[in-house]
C-alpha cells in the first residue's frame, strides 16, 4: 500500500472513529472543543484529535476515550463519597467532613497526573448510584443505631452534596487556579492526552505529532 492511500485509510478510521462517538451521543463536536453529555468540555477539537492522534483512534474508540478521561474526571467525586461513611464510622462528623474535603481537593489537584486505564474501570464501578447507595444505608443504619444522630445528618448531606456536584461547584474556582500552576493543559485536556498516550504505548503506536497538541491548546488554556 502506497503511503497516500495509507494517509487515506487512516483518515477514514479516523473519521469514522468520530461519527460513530457522535452517533453514541459521547460528545457534540464545536469549533471550541468537544462537549460531553455530562458538561464536560475537551479544548482539543475533532481535527485536531484527527490531525495529532488518529493512529491511536484506529485501535481506541474516541468515544471510549472520552468515557475514560470523562470517569477519571469524576473520580475525587467517587472517591470523597466512598470515604465519607468510613470516616463517620471512625472520626468525628466534623472532622470526617474535613477529611473527605481535604481528599478530594487533594485528588481533584493528584488525578490529571495519575491517569490509568484499570484505575478509571474500577472508578466507572464505583461511582454506580445503587451500590453508593446500599453503602450509605448500611453505614448510616448502623450509625443510626449507635444513636450517632449528627453523623447520619453529615452522612445524607455529604452523600446529597457530592452527587448533586455542589461540592465540585463551590470549589471550582480555587482548584481551577491552583491546577493552573500545576499543568501547561486544563484538567480535561491532560487527562484526555494522557489516555491517549496510554493507549499509543499499549498499541505501540507512535505519536510524535501529540506535543504540538499539547502547545496548541496549551497556548489556549494560558489566554
Not at 119 to 134: D, K, N, S
Amino acid at each position: 500500500m502506497s503511503q497516500a492511500d495509507a494517509s487515506f485509510t487512516d483518515g477514514d478510521a479516523g473519521e469514522s472513529a468520530f461519527a460513530e462517538a457522535e452517533e453514541e451521543g459521547v460528545y457534540v463536536s464545536t469549533p471550541q472543543g468537544l462537549f460531553t453529555a455530562s458538561g464536560v468540555w475537551f479544548q482539543a477539537t475533532e481535527e485536531m484529535l484527527r490531525d495529532y492522534a488518529g493512529p491511536v483512534l484506529q485501535h481506541v474508540a474516541l468515544a471510549e476515550l472520552v468515557r475514560r478521561a470523562e470517569r477519571w474526571l469524576r473520580s475525587p467525586m467517587t472517591l470523597a463519597a466512598w470515604m465519607l461513611p468510613l470516616a463517620l464510622l471512625l472520626l468525628s462528623p466534623w472532622a470526617a467532613a474535613g477529611a473527605t474535603l481535604t481528599l478530594f481537593c487533594g485528588w481533584t489537584l493528584l488525578c490529571p497526573s495519575l491517569a490509568s486505564r484499570r484505575a478509571a474501570q474500577v472508578a466507572g464501578w464505583m461511582e454506580q448510584p445503587w451500590l453508593q447507595g446500599l453503602f450509605y444505608v448500611l453505614v448510616l443504619s448502623i450509625l443510626a443505631a449507635q444513636g450517632r444522630l449528627a453523623a447520619v445528618g453529615v452522612g445524607l448531606a455529604g452523600f446529597l452534596l457530592l452527587r448533586w456536584g455542589l461540592v465540585r461547584r463551590a470549589l471550582r474556582v480555587p482548584l481551577r487556579a491552583a491546577m493552573r500552576r500545576l499543568y501547561p493543559l486544563p484538567p480535561e485536556d491532560q487527562v484526555l492526552r494522557a489516555f491517549i498516550l496510554r493507549a499509543g504505548l499499549r498499541h505501540d503506536v507512535a505519536l510524535p505529532q501529540l506535543d504540538r497538541l499539547r502547545n496548541h491548546i496549551a497556548r489556549r488554556w494560558s489566554q
